[in-house]
């Protein structure tokens, strides 16, 4: 079955590091993302990882993929308040390309 | 390069009372996808579009939701009647092999 697990709230205090989990079921996923939404806003896009990457670094974002325990995570670094959000982790189906959503975790960065 | 627009921005209505919501993807995107996202969850897939064609609408309440996109541009969603349960904002994404995902800002229907 499809189904995709995060943890609800993240707490962390400015210029510390972040590190946001989430577990997938679906072996089949091509595409792991990660997307930010601010309140009342649409999805952005943060950044991916192909299924067949351990990890992919983009600035201040690490993304770690354990395949074989089908875990991702996303760490921030120097977390800032303007990364105040809720972070939704999707696995990207292989075929249809159809996204599976986590719940999302809210991100509160704390001065 | 314009992003995905959808129409209206918000919309309130009475249960029972039918509503529509309007989609514009990307110029040149083939695959569309309308997703709904009640308050607290994740987005859900409704229903997926090749061009003008239904790729999976398998999670779509048949008996009260449909839509449709004509000459595999713009879609609409419609539903009718609505249910208290169908408050949620209703997210529109359009997507090619070279430029991936793009969603919209979503329409956030409140059904009272």
């Known amino acids: 079955g499809e189904d995709v697990e995060q943890s609800l709230f993240l707490s962390v205090r400015e210029g510390d590091s972040s590190v946001i989990n989430c577990t997938y079921t679906?072996?089949?996923?091509?595409?792991l993302y990660w997307y930010k939404q601010e309140p009342g806003a649409g999805l952005q896009l943060l950044t991916y990882?192909?299924?067949?990457?351990d990890m992919k670094q983009d600035q201040r974002l690490t993304v770690l993929l354990n395949k074989k325990d089908k875990h991702l995570s996303l760490r921030i670094a120097d977390t800032q308040t303007g990364d105040s959000a809720i972070y939704f982790c999707?696995?990207?189906?292989?075929?249809?390309?159809?996204?599976?959503f986590g719940s999302g975790t809210r991100l509160l960065v704390r001065p | 390069e314009a992003g995905v627009a959808q129409s209206p921005r918000y919309k309130i209505i009475e249960k029972r009372q039918s509503v529509a919501f309007w989609c514009n993807p990307i110029?040149?995107?083939?695959?569309l996808y309308w997703y709904q996202q009640i308050l607290g969850q994740g987005p859900k897939l409704l229903i997926q579009?090749?061009?003008?064609?239904?790729?999976?609408d398998s999670q779509l309440p048949k008996d009260r939701f449909s839509a449709e996109r004509l000459k595999g541009v713009d879609s609409t969603l419609k539903i009718q009647p609505a249910k208290l349960e169908d408050s949620a904002v209703y997210l529109c994404?359009?997507?090619?092999?070279?430029?991936?995902?793009?969603f919209g800002s979503g329409t956030r229907l409140t059904v009272v």
């Open positions: 110029s040149g995107h083939a695959t």
């Open positions: 579009f090749q061009n003008n064609g239904v790729v999976d």
């Open positions: 990882i192909f299924s067949n990457m």
């Open positions: 999707a696995e990207g189906m292989d075929s249809s390309y159809k996204l599976i």
């Open positions: 994404a359009s997507r090619s092999n070279t430029d991936g995902y793009t």
């Open positions: 679906d072996s089949s996923s091509t595409y």
